[in-house]
Structures are given as structure tokens and as C-alpha cells.
């Protein structure tokens, strides 16, 4: 099984900045990665896919990439309503998802 | 606009089993898979199995091999989550989730999740 590690577990910025949110596979997972957004109560949100390709919808704030083992999630400028969790999942091997990093508002 | 529709939440005893439904609506229910993904409280998320709502096929992640069950009613665009031998470490948020297209195993689309509770 795939282990995908995220870090930090928790990231606390102010809306405004720049996030960046790290996902590492614990084996190539080439590009067959997405992350997700959830906020409290809610369902996922699909965000990005293959990588770095943007669903549906999801602004142009959100950008992801890397490949191999290594992957960011990046949000440029922080709104408010970017302060949740984000998990990534990985395709390549089965199905398996990092455990989550809280985005916290300063 | 494509929907999913659960039905709602469920309290069950140990060793019970337990029924999920999940309607489909706003897009061809055959030409897209469903998956099954659950969240237990203040955890993260786990897949659990997949269907292919035009022929049936599924497939299920190891762990729920012999407790999972999936299946649809292509008449009712409906898929059904049948989980048995409940624990309580089954007590989790049931969310259904439509594929990006066939086995892309990304998940774009999702229920509102369904709260199965097991307890004595």
C-alpha cells in the first residue's frame, strides 16, 4: 500500500498570503495524484488532478504540482474561505489518502 | 447539475448490517462509476469499493473484502452500500462519490454522507 505523508499538519497563515502544502508518497506515484478541500461538515471538494491540473470551477489561486514522490498544493493569495483541510490521494496503487493538513486562520 | 442523494443517518447494534443509498441525478448514471469513500469521526478519509453502474462489476479495497457489498438499480439511478458484521469501529461518515469518468478513481463529485453509528 501507498503511504502518502502531508505536512505540515497544521499550517496557520493570515488570508492574504501564500500557502504551500506538502504531500510525500512513500513510492512513485507518477502523476496520478489529486487533492481535495474539506471544510467542517461538509463533503471533499475535487481541486486538482493528475498533479496539477485544475477541476472544474476550482480558481486560479490553487496550483499544484510535482511528480514522482514529491507533490505541493499551492494557494497564492489566502482567502477566507481557503481555511480548511486538504487531504491528497493517489490513484497510482490502489487508493489511499494523506492524512490531512488543517489550514487555520492566524 | 449532476446530484447525489444519501439517505440519511443510521444507528445499528454490533453485528448488524447496515444499507446506504446514493441517487444519482443530472448526468447518465451508466457512463460513470461510483465509489464508496468513509471518514470516521475526526479521521481522515478511506476508500472502500467501486462500481460500474452499467454492467454492475465492482471492486472493493481488501479490507472490506467479505463485509462489503455494492450494488445499483440502473431503473432508479441508485447505487446501494451494503456493509455487515458492524463494528464499532465502523461508526463513520459514508460518503458516495462519482468517478471522473470510468475507473479514473478521482473523485469529482460527492454525496452529502450518511452518519452510520454502531453501538450496543
Known amino acids: 500500500e501507498i503511504v502518502l505523508t502531508q505536512s505540515p499538519a497544521t499550517l496557520s497563515l493570515s488570508p492574504g498570503e501564500r500557502a504551500t502544502l506538502s504531500c510525500r508518497a512513500s513510492?512513485?506515484?507518477?502523476?496520478?495524484l489529486a487533492w481535495y478541500q474539506q471544510k467542517p461538515g461538509q463533503a471533499p471538494r475535487l481541486l486538482i488532478y493528475d498533479a496539477s491540473t485544475r477541476a472544474t470551477g476550482i480558481p486560479a489561486r490553487f496550483s499544484g504540482s510535482g511528480s514522482g514522490t514529491d507533490f505541493t498544493l499551492t494557494i497564492s493569495s489566502l482567502e477566507p474561505e481557503d481555511f480548511a483541510v486538504y487531504y491528497c490521494?493517489?490513484?497510482?496503487?490502489?487508493?489511499?489518502f494523506g492524512q490531512g493538513t488543517k489550514l487555520e486562520i492566524k | 447539475q449532476v446530484q447525489l442523494e444519501q439517505s440519511g443517518a443510521e444507528v445499528k447494534k454490533p453485528g448488524a448490517s447496515v444499507r446506504i443509498s446514493c441517487k444519482a441525478s443530472g448526468y447518465t448514471f451508466t457512463s460513470y462509476h461510483m465509489h464508496w469513500v468513509r471518514q470516521a469521526p475526526g479521521q481522515g478519509l478511506e476508500w472502500m469499493g467501486i462500481?460500474?453502474?452499467?454492467?454492475?462489476?465492482?471492486t472493493y479495497a481488501q479490507e472490506f473484502q467479505g463485509s462489503l457489498t455494492v450494488t445499483r438499480d440502473t431503473s432508479t439511478s441508485t447505487v446501494y452500500m451494503e456493509l455487515s458484521s458492524l463494528r464499532s469501529e465502523d461508526t463513520a461518515v459514508y460518503y458516495c462519490?462519482?468517478?471522473?469518468?470510468?475507473?479514473?478513481?478521482?473523485?469529482?463529485?460527492w454525496g452529502q454522507g450518511t452518519l452510520v453509528t454502531v453501538s450496543s
Open positions: 462500481i460500474d453502474p452499467s454492467g454492475g462489476s465492482t
Open positions: 462519490a462519482r468517478d471522473f469518468g470510468s475507473s479514473w478513481y478521482y473523485f469529482e463529485y
Open positions: 490521494q493517489q490513484r497510482s496503487n490502489w487508493r489511499t
Open positions: 513510492q512513485s506515484v507518477s502523476s496520478s
